[in-house]
């Protein structure tokens, strides 16, 4: 329901959201485009639009999702990456954000379009780059059971809510037990796969054995 005589709450709501959607916008330019709807004048509902993508212009109208909040206000209050189209047909991945006054009603909405054409073309490139093939004979430059050495690794750290290259030095020196006990500093070049997974040098890492 749209109201005539809008409060100075309301206002000052609003208000906020203008920052809020400036701060959005320059973070995320120059691919997201980021709009402010004052939903109490659905016939201009755009206030703010920053990033332009979409052509549009303050004193626009509300959209089709606009409209139909001010008509229901259970409709949902964020509606995330739902696909969308710019008018010159460059897809694009939308998100909207009902602001709602203290008397549940909408009255505002945040709206952020991201243009998806360079990351379309950027995930074209990488998976054309990333393609792999055979070669006539089976070859891996990491050690055997390097990848175990990591998992017993990242298991040790996340039981300490931590990181591998978060542990403290007493913390490393019982990993360093539980490794050696487990016969994983047996294989070629364990001590290396080891420090290089925990990011500390080979000398700190023997250190830490002994």
Do not use: W
């Amino acid at each position: 329901m749209t109201k005539t005589l809008p409060s100075k709450d309301e206002s000052a709501l609003i208000e906020q959201v203008r920052h809020i959607a400036e701060g959005l916008a320059q973070t995320f330019a120059p691919f997201c485009e980021v709009v402010v709807h004052d939903l109490r004048d659905p016939g201009h509902a755009v206030l703010a639009i920053h990033n332009n993508l979409s052509s549009r212009a303050a004193g626009d109208p509300a959209t089709e999702l606009g409209l139909a909040r001010i008509a229901d206000s259970a409709y949902p209050q964020v509606v995330a990456n739902y696909p969308n189209q710019f008018p010159d047909g460059r897809p694009a991945k939308s998100t909207s954000i009902g602001i709602k006054d203290a008397d549940g009603n909408y009255v505002a909405a945040l709206c952020l379009n991201v243009d998806l054409t360079l990351f379309r073309s950027m995930q074209g490139i990488l998976e054309r780059f990333n393609a792999v093939g055979e070669a006539p004979v089976g070859e891996s430059l990491d050690p055997a059971n390097a990848d175990a050495i990591r998992r017993r690794i990242d298991a040790f750290a996340a039981r300490l809510a931590s990181s591998p290259q978060l542990l403290k030095a007493h913390e490393r020196r019982a990993l360093m037990r539980e490794l050696k006990e487990g016969g994983y500093l047996e294989v070629r070049r364990a001590m290396e796969v080891a420090a290089g997974h925990l990011g500390i040098s080979r000398a700190t890492a023997y250190n830490d054995i002994k």
